[in-house]
């Protein structure tokens, strides 16, 4: 995945504790460091570093601009880099940013993370829906809106890749419970259909 370049700066590394233990590669820098601040320091000074590696036990640091393969390594502590608010998932070569400070229609969160060069998240894989749901600020009970709908066809529910939207839905869903429940949001641990044109929190994603 290539950075854009509205994302040049960042100013923040977040843990990411379900890829520590491990050694990613391919590297763009690996060296020695006597701690974690410098660690991390070291690799926000490349541009393309995404994620960064720390072992408190050896002392060693790895700057990732991906994570194409992965070997055990005890001890190491794994750090995705925020950019501009959006957060790297490494193990996944993702990009997100999960919105829960407002509220907005679709088409208007939608609009949103276009003026970012981003899209309403397409979690087409079970691994990226776990990820999101799994994440410390993912709010209980509380719609997110997500990339997918069936606009084209009643029933037919698409993600914006084009790609069916057949798993994971919540028991009984998709029901349009409610007139013209087009949209699709994460709520709690699965997918509801959701009117478009009720308001709620939503996650953007590059790609």
């Given at each position: 995945?290539?950075?854009?370049?509205?994302?040049?700066?960042?100013t923040s590394w977040l843990e990411?504790?379900?890829?520590?233990?491990?050694?990613?590669?391919?590297?763009?820098?690996?060296?020695?460091?006597?701690?974690?601040?410098?660690?991390?320091?070291?690799?926000?000074?490349?541009?393309?570093?995404?994620?960064?590696?720390?072992?408190?036990?050896?002392?060693?640091?790895?700057?990732?601009?991906?994570?194409?393969?992965?070997?055990?390594?005890?001890?190491?502590?794994?750090?995705?880099?925020?950019?501009?608010?959006?957060?790297?998932?490494?193990?996944?070569?993702?990009?997100?940013?999960?919105?829960?400070?407002?509220?907005?229609?679709?088409?208007?969160?939608?609009?949103?993370?276009?003026?970012?060069?981003?899209?309403?998240?397409?979690?087409?894989?079970?691994?990226?829906?776990?990820?999101?749901?799994?994440?410390?600020?993912?709010?209980?009970?509380?719609?997110?809106?997500?990339?997918?709908?069936?606009?084209?066809?009643?029933?037919?529910?698409?993600?914006?890749?084009?790609?069916?939207?057949?798993?994971?839905?919540?028991?009984?869903?998709?029901?349009?419970?409610?007139?013209?429940?087009?949209?699709?949001?994460?709520?709690?641990?699965?997918?509801?259909?959701?009117?478009?044109?009720?308001?709620?929190?939503?996650?953007?994603?590059?790609?």
């Amino acid at each position: 995945m290539s950075l854009p370049t509205q994302l040049a700066s960042t100013t923040s590394w977040l843990e990411d504790v379900a890829g520590a233990g491990l050694l990613y590669s391919p590297s763009l820098l690996t060296t020695s460091a006597s701690s974690l601040v410098i660690c991390l320091a070291c690799c926000s000074n490349i541009v393309k570093c995404k994620a960064a590696s720390y072992n408190n036990g050896t002392g060693v640091c790895t700057c990732f601009d991906g994570t194409q393969s992965m070997v055990t390594r005890h001890g190491n502590r794994l750090w995705n880099r925020q950019f501009d608010g959006f957060t790297y998932i490494a193990q996944l070569d993702w990009l997100i940013l999960l919105i829960t400070d407002t509220k907005r229609k679709n088409a208007d969160a939608e609009s949103f993370c276009g003026t970012m060069g981003a899209r309403l998240a397409v979690l087409d894989t079970d691994e990226k829906l776990n990820y999101l749901i799994g994440l410390h600020d993912f709010p209980d009970d509380t719609s997110i809106y997500v990339g997918a709908t069936d606009k084209q066809t009643e029933g037919l529910y698409l993600w914006s890749t084009g790609a069916n939207l057949t798993t994971n839905w919540l028991p009984g869903e998709p029901n349009s419970f409610r007139v013209e429940e087009d949209c699709v949001v994460v709520l709690n641990t699965g997918f509801n259909d959701f009117p478009c044109e009720e308001k709620a929190n939503f996650v953007c994603e590059l790609g």
